[in-house]
């Protein structure tokens, strides 16, 4: 049975393994730091850090893999921020991102970036993608002072909402574009709408709250939503 969607009027996306490929980065350092410790990183693991503040995310990695005695979250992430400073830079624009973004803005839907990245890391992930994010109405990142606690918790969407021009926009017209787990659990704490791009690796029982699931944005159909459709190509 076909559910009726919500009419949508704003469009909040997160960045990370959404907009822009950098997940892998974390996972190949995550792999790197672990095989020191002989020990493997596997994908329930990054289920739970996808998404979180960095500290968060790092207690819950020394903790889980068991390596808490031998190094502590802290120094998981100094090391951690040496390597991935060199990868940033060089990642690309996730398929469909462009295209999406693009149609938003130009269709004049009101178009957000809310994300778990501190500025430092914001900075060297979007170097060369400036012309996507320049689109953006506003940014709101994860040491942003308003947003107190990190995915699953809804701070940064409601944050997000408010900063819409004539905020804060109601909750139940905003769609999320999320690929992490906490991501779409924190967009349903916000009372929003959530379409979920996972990592095909990620466990398909992690994808049961989202109203929508795609393998790609370039699977998604605006008109679904209430939102402007993309231009017909000519034929």
Partial sequence: MATVKPSITHVIFDMDGLLIDTEKFYTEVQEKILARYNKTFDWSLKAKMMGMKAIEAARVFVEETGISDSLSAEGFLVEREEMLRAMFPTCEVMPGASRLIKHLHA?????????????????????????????????????????????????????????????????????????????????????????????????????????????????????????????????
């Avoid at 109405?137 to 409601?158: A, M, N, R």
């Fill in 107 to 235: 269709t004049g839907v009101p178009i957000c970036v809310a994300t778990g990245s501190h500025r430092r890391h914001f900075e060297l992930k979007t170097q060369r993608h400036g012309e996507i994010f320049s689109l953006m109405h506003h940014i709101v990142l994860g040491d942003d002072p308003e947003v107190k606690q990190g995915k699953p918790s809804p701070d940064v969407f409601l944050a997000a909402a408010k900063r819409f021009e004539g905020g804060p926009v109601d909750p139940s017209k905003i769609l999320v574009f999320e690929d992490a787990p906490s991501g779409v659990q924190a967009a349903k704490n916000a009372g929003m709408s959530v379409v979920m791009v996972p990592d095909p690796r990620l466990d398909s029982s992690y994808q049961k709250m989202a109203d929508q699931v795609l393998s790609s944005l370039l699977n998604f159909n605006p008109s679904e939503w209430s939102l402007p459709p993309f231009e017909k190509a000519a034929s």
